[in-house]
């Protein structure tokens, strides 16, 4: 959870969050590509807060700027934000709003490792096809945004396998899907390197791993290991959630 901390005329400390965080009447005028940028000016009573939000984060310092506005939140919309420190300034906007999506679907708990789940609940195991297969350890599910998987798309060189077209297709979205998750994950493990939260590049690192593994696991078994469904802001596609079962057998790999 972000340590909040209050702006003052001598002192600013800018915040980045996704736009939901915005009365809707406001997004169009305080956000931009689905991002916005705030000061927390004032605790007003307990759990809700006074901010300052605008498109831009160079207009909450400008003085003669008419296009900031004044918003309360509750503690637990603030709890999405993030410091915009020089880390977070030098990744691409795409690459921040995937990070603040993830986050705000249940921050590091969705990036724990199979080996983390173990010290948690019993691992949820599902057959890898309906034959009756060798079963894997689902990872969290995963966001990527529609970039991401346009990138993913130009450099995987997928086989494209037997069976049904319509099974030839899935296969080949499959590396599509693993290859964009990969990308996600690296960028993230670079992003982390800067974060206060140390542990973060570990977890990714380790996510990156399993996510190898299962992209060489493809090449050598025709079965499908990953699921996927559309993400939307309101009525538009801004990428897919993504979840990969790694096989028992990679685990300890």
Not at 80 to 107: K, N
Request: net charge neutral; glycine share 4%.
């Amino acid at each position: 959870m972000t340590t909040i901390e209050y702006s003052s005329s001598s002192t600013m400390r800018v915040y980045v969050a996704l736009a939901d965080i915005l009365p809707p009447e406001l997004r169009p005028q305080a956000s931009c590509a689905g991002l916005c940028y705030l000061v927390v000016e004032q605790h007003i009573l307990a759990g809700s807060y006074r901010i300052k939000a605008a498109a831009l984060p160079q207009r909450l310092s400008d003085p003669r700027c008419h296009r900031v506005f004044t918003v309360f939140v509750e503690a637990d919309e603030l709890a999405q934000v993030l410091p915009y420190d020089r880390a977070l300034q030098s990744i691409p906007t795409c690459d921040l709003r995937e990070l603040l999506e993830q986050r705000g679907s249940g921050g590091r708990d969705l990036l724990c490792a199979p080996e983390e789940q173990r010290n948690g609940s019993a691992l949820s195991l599902v057959a890898l096809e309906p034959s009756g297969e060798e079963r894997a350890v689902l990872l969290p599910e995963l966001f990527v945004s529609q970039q991401t998987v346009a990138d993913a798309a130009e450099v995987v060189d997928a086989p494209l396998g037997g069976g049904t077209s319509k099974r030839r297709s899935l296969h080949v979205l499959q590396f599509i899907w693993i290859q964009a998750a990969m990308m996600m994950a690296r960028r993230q493990m670079e992003s982390a390197k800067w974060s206060p939260q140390r542990d973060l590049h570990t977890t990714y690192s380790k996510l990156h791993a399993y996510l190898c593994r299962v992209f060489e696991a493809c090449h050598q078994a025709y079965r499908m290991f990953v699921s996927a469904r559309p993400a939307y802001v309101e009525d538009r596609q801004v990428g897919w959630y993504i979840q990969v079962g790694v096989p028992a057998s990679l685990l300890a790999a």
